[in-house]
């Protein structure tokens, strides 16, 4: 086996994938003594998906060479649907082998196995430089994700701008316009917390389709950071459940004022 | 401002505009010192609609000139998806104006606000004579609901009659007949009681589908009460959660027997 | 009247019929003094499904002299989703009627009665003979219909094997392929029970998708059994609640290996 690779609980992949799957349709996973690595452009090249599930999250991990796994995300997540979140699975994959094998076993003596053919998908591996991003912010994951959703309804582009008033998101739209202002918040239980760290105020636009699809990973984490800069892009980070475990980032473009 | 209006909850106006919005498209909200009032004819010209929200179903009410409000009932309906049913909502006009404003504050500090693009609406104001019914029926507003849903499968028509043995819904359609019997029912809770209150018997036909349309005013309020003529158009009426806020009722026009 | 027939319980015809309804247009209800019976090859004429709704499952049951009623199993559903689980249900046939009578009343006073219309349906009563199967399973049928459910993804075709290691439901498809292997399972409650009867190995393929419908029939019971002999129809077997009032069986002809 060149990989062996032991997740206490399947849900965390299950929702790593359904995360991903709106986005990209097949990506390659990296596996290194390190963890599984996915980097993948959307199929609309606009944004970036950036997984990194560490060594760490796993119960057992061993990967002798490092290897490119191409699966389609689909496929994926149909294998992962027949899982119980609390079911562990472990993934095999033999050296030059074209399968990687999936086994789920749960408390209850139901072992399931599936063998995925693997893709060779063209991979682009592209730095991303770590940014300094003026304006931080940290809000529950599920508010985020209404907010996107129910903004998206007036109009197609948000613009999102971090000062000491707060966080806004503004849409324009045929209707009207509209606009949220998130404030800073405290609350015993972090995911509700708000947070805004403001180096500089920030002011950018974004396609909105793209953040109602990021916002889906929610499952993931309880709170979802955004990092804003005047020219960079927008990030959008979930930790895997907790932060040791890795992480899943979106990256977008900002859309360019005409 | 012409016109500042505050509810305590904006889950009030949300369920009358979810009420609304598969019978009317453009509507105007007639704003004066007594409230605002909605009355408009569906679409078909066959149902009429009739909103009264009361001074007093707001917190802070000011109306200094009494304008005709004409919206959008979906994009109304998108607006106010956005707001948590006890976030509280502020509506706001300046004279002249062709945008309405809807501020809506959480207790967790995010503020929405939308402005809304006015539409000019035809107005026609019926009076509406006060009608003494020979049948009125008190009944938990979601089994009327239950009961529309359902007889609604087996044919278009709907045959209504009130009489001594009690409130008879009856349907005709291909595959058979059905009837459904209520009879008046006791109930500590006021909106599972029946009750019915005979002058005189009356037998009516009406459309099944405009009825359908009514019933899903169910979350408004856990009764609702019919009130039936001999010559009469049919009464469907939904206090606003209580009836010192208000009403919404339904007038539907008897089918004629041929 | 030829048939009075009363359950304590609606919500068992209902389930019943729920679960015919994807495999049967029309249906003759065979009434006679031991209760009643349907027999009736799916729409396709592969499968069969044989109801036996015995005498003691009725509160009160009188069949003076035999008939078929013909139905139509949707517009039957129709009729039964309108009464509550827990109503009381009549059904009444008179002598050469063509409509047979369904009566239901709540304990809330409300009283529903339809008539459907009866049909002329060609019977073709099969002689089902005893089988003596080399492996039967008694498991799940939440299990049961969600790995047919899931398995339906990968592939069309269903390999069904019982041996000692266990019941193996093994699928191959365009992606890659995938098993989930069964093993005897103690528990307190019995429908969360696997046992497993193996007299010989027994290996069998079946088309998917009419286990996938079969096992909707999940809400009749709380365990299913699977009866598989080497040249035998695949028997899937649910209680009707409990043994003694009857039970729906289906039976799929093995797939021919080519």
């Known amino acids: ?136 912010a940290k809000m529950p994951s599920s508010e985020f994700q209404k907010i996107c959703r129910d903004l998206k309804e007036f109009g197609e582009t948000l613009q999102l701008s971090g000062s000491k008033e707060g966080l806004k998101f503004q849409v324009k739209g045929d209707i009207g316009s509209g606009n949220v202002l998130l404030k800073p918040r405290e609350s015993e239980k972090p995911e509700e917390k708000v947070s805004l760290t403001i180096h500089e105020p920030v002011n950018a636009t974004f396609a909105l389709r793209y953040l109602v699809n990021f916002s889906k990973a929610a499952p993931l984490c309880g709170s979802v950071t955004l990092g804003l800069g005047p020219d960079a892009p927008l990030l959008v980070q979930y930790d895997l459940e907790s932060e040791d475990k890795g992480h899943l980032k979106y990256y977008l473009a900002p859309k360019i004022e005409e």
């Not at 596996?31 to 959307?42: A, F, L, R, T």
């Open 1 to 136: 086996m060149s990989l062996i690779a032991e997740l206490p609980n399947a849900g965390l992949l299950k929702k790593v994938a359904d995360a991903m799957k709106d986005l990209c349709k097949d990506v390659n996973f990296d596996c290194s003594e390190k963890g599984i690595q996915v980097q993948s452009m959307d199929s609309s090249h606009v944004a970036l998906v950036s997984l990194n599930l560490k060594e760490s999250a796993f119960t057992d991990f061993k990967c002798e060479r490092p290897a490119s796994l191409g699966m389609n995300v689909d496929s994926l997540t149909k294998i992962l649907k027949m899982t119980s979140p609390n079911d562990s699975l472990k993934i095999r994959h033999q050296v030059d082998s074209d399968v990687v094998g999936f086994q789920c076993e749960g408390t209850d003596d139901r072992i399931s196995e599936f063998e995925l053919k693997l893709m060779q998908i063209e991979s682009e591996h592209m730095e991303i430089p770590e940014q300094h991003y003026k304006v931080i």
